[in-house]
């Protein structure tokens, strides 16, 4: 309340503004449900009192024993989980996406195989149980959203839970669990687009088909005679095993948006259509500040490249570039690559005020990207993309005018507490400091990009220099200290930046100059098959260096 009055006053008297900046702020409340190890109980608990209600209903031999199992399954996936994906493991809600995609597939087979074996439909009679059952649902909805590690994680001990559903483990049912689970997350691997889901349903489909001929879940098949065979119940079959997987990829498909958007996770998918250069703001930004637009494409293409080359989502890293610096549109004119060099605005302005200026545009960026509602990811490398660097050029201009007044204050006796005191924080971004990889490659591209323009004549050699130099600036600055980045990783990511600006700074030959011809000349009576046999000269370039 005190923070409000005192703004108003200085509104009053002219020295605030009005305009609020959006800034992001956390929910601590959710924050500790996120990691409130009494939330991770509560969905363990839940967990296993839905295994207890799938294995006790219903008329089978020895639940009890069953479930003992079923407890031991879970304390492996427990320690499992805990070992080779700490992270995952902190986080209440990604616990509960892990283990509730597993628990819907366990009751969806539960309710599958009661009904064929009960008779209630004619149509789902006991042999195609096995065939209908959605094997692959667990390992492709957490393949896609969380990554292979995940998906093969639910494909083991979503196969294990459900081979003890009915009594005895059935051997069958495991193993076409597991390899149909395996199978979908290879084909899973990088999924950009939703027709991918699609073929991975097929192959999916194609792993059970094969699985269930090979167990004797189809037919039974008799190669002497061929015509013995009751061929239009094997075809039913064979469509059954092979839509299974088709059908489970588009369910998953159509889940995928909204489990995207309950649980705060955004996969290729998501980021494939964020890329859509015609978003408000890139549109503003081609018309507005031009010069920012084409810098934030040539750091897309460097960023994807290194993403690429680390193992690092290339695709983030290409749409985060080119939102990076969308704060410039609120003052366009004040950033090299937006003037127009006929008159500088910052010759009007004190070092000062043009850090001021200069640094805002990360506060603007983050303001703008909560307006139009963008992904906390790309906010996160808005925040991030300049760590807590310092603003050399105009720091320095201020050392210098510093030391002018100090110059000129010997001579006007001027006291030495009368001048300007200059601080390096003043002219540093607030940060954060790049807290991921792909936050660390943007910032790096951004950097080498905008250097990049100043070379005159690049070379191979200028290029590799220019890279390396600023690469260990920003190491020995510390910006990279936050972000898991390896030394080893550094190297790619700086071989593909001098991979990238050789093909974008290359140099083109000296085209001779052509003389110009006067209208009516004799070359222009020439008919069009003398002109075709007429030899170029000697000096022309091959058509290629063009």
């Known amino acids: 309340m005190l923070d409000f009055f005192k703004r108003s006053r200085l509104i009053r008297r002219g020295l605030?503004?009005?305009?609020?900046?959006?800034?992001?702020?956390?929910?601590?409340?959710?924050?500790?449900?996120?990691?409130?190890?009494l939330i991770k109980v509560l969905?363990?608990?839940?967990?296993?009192?839905?295994?207890?209600?799938?294995?006790?209903?219903?008329?089978?031999?020895?639940?009890?024993?069953?479930?003992?199992?079923?407890?031991?399954?879970?304390?492996?996936?427990?320690?499992?989980?805990?070992?080779?994906?700490?992270?995952?493991?902190?986080?209440?809600?990604?616990?509960?996406?892990?283990?509730?995609?597993?628990?819907?597939?366990?009751?969806?087979?539960?309710?599958?195989?009661?009904?064929?074996?009960?008779?209630?439909?004619?149509?789902?009679?006991?042999?195609?149980?096995?065939?209908?059952?959605?094997y692959a649902f667990a390992p492709l909805v957490l393949s896609v959203l969380l990554g292979r590690i995940q998906g093969l994680f639910a494909a083991v001990f979503v196969s294990l839970w459900s081979s003890i559903l009915f009594g005895k483990i059935d051997a069958p049912l495991l193993v076409i669990g597991l390899i149909s689970g395996f199978t979908a997350v290879y084909l899973t691997l990088q999924v950009r687009r939703r027709s991918k889901l699609v073929r991975a349903g097929f192959g999916v489909g194609l792993a059970i088909w094969a699985l269930a001929l090979t167990f004797g879940l189809i037919g039974p098949i008799n190669l002497f005679p061929p015509m013995a065979n009751d061929w239009p119940m094997i075809g039913l079959q064979s469509a059954c095993a092979i839509g299974n997987g088709i059908l489970t990829a588009m369910v998953v498909g159509g889940a995928l948006p909204i489990l995207e958007h309950l649980f705060q996770v955004t996969t290729d998918i998501s980021w494939l259509e964020a890329s859509d250069l015609n978003h408000p703001l890139l549109r503003r930004m081609t018309i507005e500040a031009p010069g920012t637009y084409h810098h934030s494409l040539v750091v897309a293409n460097l960023a994807e490249a290194a993403g690429e080359g680390i193992g690092a989502n290339a695709t983030l890293c290409r749409v985060c570039a080119y939102f990076h610096d969308i704060g410039k549109l609120?003052?366009?004119?004040?950033?090299?690559?937006?003037?127009?060099?006929?008159?500088?605005?910052?010759?009007?302005?004190?070092?000062?005020?043009?850090?001021?200026?200069?640094?805002?545009?990360?506060?603007?960026?983050?303001?703008?990207?909560?307006?139009?509602?963008?992904?906390?990811?790309?906010?996160?490398?808005?925040?991030?993309?300049?760590?807590?660097?310092?603003?050399?050029?105009?720091?320095?201009?201020?050392?210098?005018?510093?030391?002018?007044?100090?110059?000129?204050?010997?001579?006007?006796?001027?006291?030495?507490?009368d001048i300007p005191e200059v601080r390096e924080e003043s002219f540093r971004y607030n940060g954060p400091k790049p807290q991921t990889k792909e936050s660390a490659i943007v910032s790096l591209a951004d950097m080498v990009e905008s250097a990049s323009r100043s070379l005159e004549k690049p070379t191979p050699q200028k290029i590799e220099q220019l890279v390396d130099e600023l690469i260990e600036e920003r190491i020995a600055d510390r910006q990279l200290d936050d972000c898991d980045l390896t030394?080893?990783?550094?190297?790619?990511?700086?071989?593909?930046?001098?991979?990238?600006?050789?093909?974008?700074?290359?140099?083109?030959?000296?085209?001779?100059?052509?003389?110009?011809?006067?209208?009516?000349?004799?070359?222009?009576?020439?008919?069009?098959?003398?002109?075709?046999?007429?030899r170029k000269p000697a000096s022309a370039p091959p058509i290629s260096a063009a």
């Open 16 to 37: 605030a503004s009005r305009k609020t900046r959006r800034r992001r702020t956390r929910n601590e409340l959710l924050r500790s449900l996120e990691y409130s190890p």
């Open 487 to 534: 030394l080893g990783e550094l190297k790619v990511i700086a071989e593909r930046f001098r991979f990238t600006l050789m093909t974008m700074l290359h140099s083109r030959i000296a085209y001779p100059k052509q003389e110009p011809r006067l209208f009516g000349s004799r070359d222009d009576n020439l008919r069009p098959d003398v002109m075709a046999e007429t």
């Open 330 to 417: 609120v003052k366009p004119e004040y950033f090299t690559e937006n003037m127009n060099f006929e008159r500088n605005p910052h010759d009007d302005l004190a070092p000062t005020m043009s850090a001021l200026i200069i640094l805002a545009h990360v506060k603007e960026g983050v303001d703008l990207a909560l307006k139009h509602k963008l992904n906390k990811r790309i906010i996160d490398i808005i925040q991030e993309h300049h760590g807590t660097s310092l603003v050399y050029y105009f720091y320095q201009r201020a050392i210098q005018q510093q030391e002018d007044a100090r110059a000129g204050g010997k001579i006007m006796n001027i006291r030495e507490e």
């Open 43 to 134: 969905v363990f608990a839940a967990f296993i009192a839905g295994l207890a209600f799938l294995i006790f209903s219903g008329q089978q031999p020895e639940p009890t024993k069953n479930f003992i199992i079923a407890l031991l399954f879970f304390a492996t996936a427990l320690t499992q989980l805990w070992i080779n994906q700490p992270q995952t493991f902190s986080q209440s809600s990604r616990i509960l996406l892990v283990f509730g995609v597993i628990l819907v597939q366990l009751t969806f087979t539960k309710l599958i195989l009661v009904l064929c074996n009960s008779g209630t439909f004619k149509f789902l009679t006991p042999e195609l149980g096995p065939l209908i059952a959605p």
